[in-house]
Each structure stands twice: as C-alpha cells, then as structure tokens.
C-alpha cells in the first residue's frame, strides 16, 4: 500500500469569488467527506498538492492529510483542472476507515518480454491500464503485475487471468482483454516489391524457353 503525507487549512468562506481569491494566494481549494463527517472545506498549498501528484498514483494512494493538526486517512476521489490553463481548481477527499470497502482503480504493471516478440518479432499491446477494484483501504495494493513472459504471437491476457492478492473484489469486466501479443506488421513497400517479383518470375522462364525453341 501506497502512502503519502499532505497538509491542509479549514476554511470558512465559500463561493466562486473565494475560491478565485484562494487560488490567487497560491492555494487550491478542497473538500473532505467520508464515514458519518459532514464535508468540511480546505485550502492546500498549490505547490505542495502537484509535488504530491507528480509523484504517486493519486487513485490508488492513501494519504495521510493533516488538517489543522489532526490527521486523516483519506483518498483523492476527484481532481479538477482549468480546462485549458495548467491549473488546479478543485480537490476532493474522501475519508477512510479501517473495515469498510472502498473503489478504488490499481494500476497495471507489465512484467517480462514475451516470448513472441523476442523470438517472432510481434508487438505487445496493452489495452487495459488499470483494473476498477473494492478492497479495504489498509489493503490496497500499489500496482498488480501482469507477466507476459509466456506469452507467444496471438495470445492475450484477460482479467480473469491474472493473480490477485486476497481480499479484492474485481469490479472490472472479467472479459476485458488486459494484453496481446499481434502479429508483427508487414511492411507494405516490401510485401508488394515481393509480389511484382513473383509474378515476373514466370515471364523470365517462358522468355528463355522461347529463346531456346528458337535455336
């Protein structure tokens, strides 16, 4: 399990107006909610909350917010950005406690070479990056590792394959396809120089079996 450290002020006033002003200050606003607590507005250092970001798996980590003081275990439920300005607007957290499930998404991790692409020259696709699950939060893995090793030209991975560690329930499709291994692509320049030199072979053969007719 993931965790993190991150500091937070209770704030008062509400609104666009305040919200506009806090981020201003170099701050961005947030919320937290959770197990029998009303939500409770806060303000977080900019610079603070995208350091935390740039570094961890927001979805997937539990973080350890102080708020004035008292610390709560919490998971970041949602992030809102300005929709064309590299900017925080809006950060939500949800509380956790120990015993109650929470969904949360888990990152997939490829491990190992397949087979069919060290010896067969095919392409490894990955079409699924995280897997929706429910857990405890004192439970929650980093990451879940899909190995690929054995994998050879036109084999897949499901969800239903892979290895989880006790106490997740998969929410995810268990059809969902995780991986593939295809088929390397053809180049189409040289497919078609080896057809033309196909077809010409004939040609040569019937042109000096005539030239030798005519002797």
Known sequence: MSTATLSATLRSESGKGAARALRRAGSVPAVI????????SLSIVTRELERLLERVAAGSTVVELSIDGKVSRTIIREIQKHPFKKQL??????????????????????????????????VLDQ??????????????????D???????????????????PEGITV???????VVVVAAPKVNATDAAADAAAASAEPEVLRAKKLADDAK
Not at 96 to 105: D, P, Q
Not at 129 to 143: G, K, T
């Open 171 to 177: 929410i995810t499709d268990a059809d969902a396809s």
């Open 33 to 40: 909610y959770g197990h029998k607590r009303e939500p409770m």
């Open 127 to 144: 079409t699924l990056r995280e897997l929706e699950v429910s857990v405890d939060p004192s439970s929650i893995p980093n990451h879940i």
């Open 146 to 164: 899909v190995d690929v090793s054995a994998l050879d030209v036109g084999d897949s991975v499901h969800v239903r394959d892979l290895t989880l």
């Open 89 to 122: 607007v809006h950060v939500d957290f949800q509380e956790l406690v120990a015993g109650e499930k929470i969904t949360v998404s888990i990152p997939l991790i490829i491990v190992g070479t397949s087979v069919g692409v060290r010896s067969s020259g095919g």
